[in-house]
């Protein structure tokens, strides 16, 4: 049997019964696979590494040992609220590592997008490999692999991510959700139950903000991004297009315009959205939404993001524009 395979008897996980029997089924083949052995995660408060992190305290509680690392690049609250659910309500083990300067400082300078993703990718693995170096008696390594994961091992997360761990690093994996599709991984996260925040999030690419910052990140023009970003999803979540909109977030460019404020002429960045609906990510549309909350955010935006005078509106299908602006 390929063990790759989602078994042909397996029932779609639709309901919060289905995902009860898959919870129970799993915590006893992971206590099985790991006994009293010691496992590492990399936790990055997305849906597929939190259901993974839930079904391992639940399993074996503190032998597994949660990794958080903080590259500068994610949204705003989100390391808070990772720390808040694992370490405050779920007792989890969690190293919450502080990278933020270590990651600005790589990047400094720099302005191809490959080269960014390859300096994040890259810097990621060395910072993962220096925190399991620290710890001792580690067995197996837990990964949030789903099963699109295996079925397009060519696919988006395979072509953007780079890197693996050093041989001497070379775990057991330990992969529970393998044969789940994303809206299985959220009925069982919501059945363990993780916040709708995290259980509905939209997909976050690995380089984070850092794709969203054209061109040479800069920490005023990353405060940018990541401050419209949490208007746009406060928001959309008003608006109640929480989980109805695919994807959606802001980026900020590296160039300026005039503009005015309070009487006085400005020359700031402007602020660009970018909100889609796709199926498989591989085309996608803009989604069309209301005057009003363009007029809302337009508002909000420039009244609130620091050093911003203009917002735009992204409604390029993809293609000929990819999803991401970098
Ligand atoms: P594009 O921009 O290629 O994006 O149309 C398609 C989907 O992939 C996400 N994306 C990434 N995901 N690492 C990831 O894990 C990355 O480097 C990366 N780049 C883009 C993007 O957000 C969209 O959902």
New binding site residues.
């Given amino acids: 049997m390929n063990s790759n395979k989602r078994p042909e008897t397996m029932a779609r996980i639709a309901t919060p019964e289905l995902a009860n029997a898959f919870i129970e089924e799993q915590l006893a083949a992971l206590r099985a696979q790991i006994g009293d052995k010691k496992v590492l995660l990399a936790l990055s408060g997305g849906v597929d590494s939190s259901v993974v992190a839930a079904l391992l305290i639940k399993a074996v509680g503190k032998q597994l040992t949660c990794v958080h690392v903080n590259h500068g690049l994610l949204r705003k609250g989100e390391p808070e609220q990772v720390i808040e659910v694992f370490r405050g309500q779920m007792k989890a083990n969690l190293n919450y590592v502080d990278a933020v300067d270590r990651f600005l400082d790589k990047l400094a300078g720099v302005s191809d997008p490959e080269q960014k993703?390859h300096i994040i990718?890259a810097e990621f693995i060395r910072v993962f490999e220096e925190e399991a170096r620290k710890l001792d008696g580690i067995s197996f390594l837990a990964q949030g692999t789903i099963y699109p994961d295996i079925l397009e091992s060519d696919g988006?997360?395979a072509?953007?991510?780079v890197g693996g761990l050093p041989e001497d690093l070379q775990f057991e994996l330990v992969e529970p959700i393998k044969f789940l599709y994303k809206d299985e991984v959220r009925v069982v996260g919501k059945a363990l139950g993780l916040p709708d925040n995290m259980v509905y999030r939209?997909?976050?690419?690995?380089?984070g903000l850092g794709?969203r910052c054209i061109g040479a990140i800069t920490r005023d023009r990353l405060e940018a991004v990541r401050e419209s970003d949490a208007i746009l999803r406060e928001e959309f979540a008003r608006y109640g297009l929480e989980g109805k909109v695919?994807?959606y977030?802001t980026v900020v460019p590296d160039f300026k315009s005039t503009g005015i404020k309070d009487g006085k002429r400005t020359y700031d960045w402007p602020v660009i959205i970018r909100a889609v609906n796709?199926v498989d990510?591989?085309t996608?549309e803009c989604a069309e939404l209301s005057f009003g909350l363009m007029q809302m955010l337009v508002a909000r935006i420039t009244s609130e993001v620091h050093g911003v005078n203009r917002v735009l509106w992204d409604i390029t299908p993809?293609p000929s524009?990819?999803?991401?602006?970098?």
């Avoid at 939209?202 to 380089?207: I, M």
């Fill in positions: 993703r990718g988006i997360k072509h953007h991510n939209q997909p976050f690419p690995g380089p794709v695919w994807q977030f796709t990510a591989v996608a993809k524009g990819t999803i991401e602006w970098e």
